[in-house]
């Protein structure tokens, strides 16, 4: 089992940047892919961004050039800095981890974390 921990959320002006943080624990052995997704007000859930355990990144179309996803296997934490935020960023937050074992792919999450993007 892995637990999934997020933290960073709040309220930020337009304009205004925010760094969100998610640290995985427990069983985590073979880690895949970390990401994370959000659920606006009335919204379906949706990807933000995805990094590999080699690095590679995925974006959505709206928050490129403005996020930037990191990560640290050594610390099994990933990173979402946030930048330029626009009012349609607010949402809940929810980091995503992928495991594999023997063959079966597991998916974690976080509880959640609010960002406010207000004047």
């Known amino acids: 089992q892995v637990q999934v921990v997020e933290s960073g959320g709040g309220l930020v002006q337009p304009g205004g940047s925010l760094r969100l943080s998610c640290a995985a624990s427990?069983?985590?052995?073979?880690?895949?892919?970390m990401g994370w997704y959000r659920q606006g007000p009335g919204k379906q859930r949706e990807l933000v961004a995805s990094?590999?355990?080699?690095?590679?990144?995925n974006y959505a179309e709206s928050v490129k050039g403005r996020f930037t996803i990191s990560r640290d296997n050594a610390k099994n934490t990933v990173y979402l800095q946030m930048n330029s935020l626009k009012s349609e960023d607010t949402a809940v937050y929810y980091c995503?981890?992928?495991?594999?074992?023997?063959?079966?792919?597991?998916?974690?999450w976080g509880q959640g974390t609010q960002v406010t993007v207000s004047s």
């Open positions: 995503n981890v992928v495991q594999f074992r023997w063959g079966i792919r597991y998916n974690y």
């Open positions: 427990g069983s985590i052995s073979s880690i895949s892919t």
């Open positions: 990094i590999t355990n080699g690095g590679s990144t």
